[in-house]
């Protein structure tokens, strides 16, 4: 694992965790591709709604419900090959992710804006375990208050990026469009969510 520390911030990046694991990635992104039910739902965004500019997916265990941009997230089940990689990170990390949200950026102009992954129904004590398969993306962090310079990590097929507490209660992140990228690539954010 890479360490990337920042003040507040503090990211672990494995390279091609998932071509550690066995996993042959391009067949793991098509079964993805096909098993999950993507969908583009709308957000609101300064009052109005707009199609998210990606599709997405969220698979979390029953009563794990979660809520972003004004728009309630229909519960997905796990399935075989998204369950196996929950396994793999209990196994490698000791932590028990009980959801998921799925991104799929089907060009460069598929994106996510600025943002923390710090909704109340998050465990802010846990990690978030990101996992990329497909086109090379850029993940831009910046801090909250603007006193540390902004950075990018390059996130690559099969790449494990640990995002650690406190990362979100003092950076920001996105994945901004890029123009010449073509090709597709998903994105699986492991989470836990504090059961009431
Ligand atoms: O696609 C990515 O790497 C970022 C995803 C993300 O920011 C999120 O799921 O909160």
Known sequence: MIPIHRPGLSLRQAPAWLQQQGLDVLQLRRALEHEVPWQQPLVTVYGRQHPTPRLCCWVADPGCSYRYSGHQ????????????????LHQQLGVRFNSLLLNRYRNGADRMGWHADDEPELDDQAPIASLSLGVARDLRFRHRQGVEPPFAVRLEDGDL?????????????????RARVVAERLNLTFRVIRRP
């Open 73 to 88: 997230s229909p519960i997905s089940p796990w399935t075989p090959s998204l369950s196996a990689l929950r396994e793999l």
């Open 161 to 177: 990026l640990l995002m650690d507490p406190p990362t979100q209660r003092h950076w920001q992140h996105a994945l901004p469009p």
